[in-house]
């Protein structure tokens, strides 16, 4: 019977009572009842074209952080960075003009989706304040922070729900089944299948598609996580970015210690400590929809915790674009000498390069380094990070840049010229979170543009001039040593 097949395919069906299997000769599946009524299926949605305004995503609906001390306009989410659930970041990258929505009279005809996964728990061994937290004596009356039973590394149920949120369409251009890519690491594996699933249908999915795993590991060629084949991103000029965080934390979260300690009895709290519950505020929400850690913290404290994330992301990143070239020409890879995978990646059945819609799932980090890659020089126009301070103008958000279930997408699209002999021009831009990036970092696009429109040939040439002044050999493997951060704003050393 069909039941049968229909159990190995559910992903939970491991966790089922035994009694499972007995009970479901109860519950025939939807074949076996019949009577489906008529079931015509409508046009693939391309409201991202069609809508008569771009949808945006502006709450954070199901969840709830709220603290009875903040201004009414104040939603410490906003100030979660990485660990913010994503929303519509409208002009933040500089183009208020623009957008989501493409242009009047164009026509979109391809799509690159860089995806994070949603809300996930928290990485493995990093908070140490929450184990700490069963030996302290907790006396705040009105709202006892309980000892977190949060899971690790996958994906919170929240997260599950983001990815089905996302846009989707072009498929009617496949003339074979689409590759999707992700990496190996489990809580990537899951966004990309829900996703699928959000995209494609709960029932086609796992049919519609073929399921590109790479490998996440030490010494793996993967350009989803180029940091695995690069040693320098993982020495010294990578901790830089947690060297500066805490010596920020030790700035911003002085008072809160002083404040805090006076509640809690059996541990001394520090800095670090104090930071972890800011941690489990945003985990917990975005776990089980509500913390009692958020709370705990001011305004001030919550913009404080947000630009320390801005610190760990700004002083800790690397590059990685050849694919995308290779994708927008057309043209296969022939040389993988970089974080490309020459078995993987040098053959038009795992790396094909004739989709309408590309998409690829990896991690926040990774879309950090390829707003560097891409030289999104709006994000930096704010200069190198302080330490001791915050600037006023801060224009590295990373809230903005890489929030749960962030995604930059190139939207490539054809657009009527009157001066062009065909009528018509190629265009690409770029949307992260819904929000257009300005080109200006890249030769032949610098030209500004409202809606953040370059000519397709001209991104072309200007991103071929990019990579091939980057130096990955040196930069990865070379013996460089810990650079000024004055030095680091595109993303290379200055020798
Ligand atoms: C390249 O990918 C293949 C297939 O996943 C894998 O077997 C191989 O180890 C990878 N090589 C490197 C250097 O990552
Ligand atoms: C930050 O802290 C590290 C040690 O954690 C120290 O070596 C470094 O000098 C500090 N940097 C700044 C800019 O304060
Ligand atoms: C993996 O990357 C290294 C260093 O960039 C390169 O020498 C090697 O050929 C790559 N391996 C594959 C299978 O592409
Ligand atoms: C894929 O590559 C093979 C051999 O390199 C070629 O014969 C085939 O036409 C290619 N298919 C597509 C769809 O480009
Ligand atoms: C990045 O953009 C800045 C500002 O437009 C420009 O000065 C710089 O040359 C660009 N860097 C690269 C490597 O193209
Ligand atoms: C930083 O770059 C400048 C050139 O812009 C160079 O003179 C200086 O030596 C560099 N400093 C370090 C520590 O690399």
Redesign the pocket.
Known sequence: MVSVLLLAALPFAAALPHSYSASIFYFPDAAEVGFAGPTPTGAEPEAIQTAPAAPVKSDTYPLVADGAAYSPSFNPMRYWGNLSPWFSVGGAFGLPEASPQVPSGCELTQAHIVQRHGARYPTSGTNKFAALLQNAVVNRPDSPPRVPSLGAEILTPFGRKQLYDLYGHLLSGFTQLPVFRTTSEWRMVQSARNWAAGFFGLEEYPTSYYEEIIIEEDGY?NTLVPWN?CANANGDLYEMGSWYANNWTEIYLKGAVERLQQYVDGVELTTTYVSEMQDLCAYETVSIGYSKFCDLFTEEEWKGYQYANDLDFWYADGPGTLPLLARLTQTPMTL????????L??NNITFPLNQPIYMDATHDTNIASIAVAMNFTSMVASGPLPVDHIPLDLSYNTQHIAPFAAHLVGQVMTCPVTDSPSGSEKYIRWLLNDGAVPLTGIKYCEEPNKDGLCLLGNFIKGMQERVAEVD??YD?FGDVSVPYPDNLTNGRYIR
């Open positions: 060629n084949d993988f000498d970089t974080t490309t995978n020459g078995t990646d040098g990955f050999q990865c």
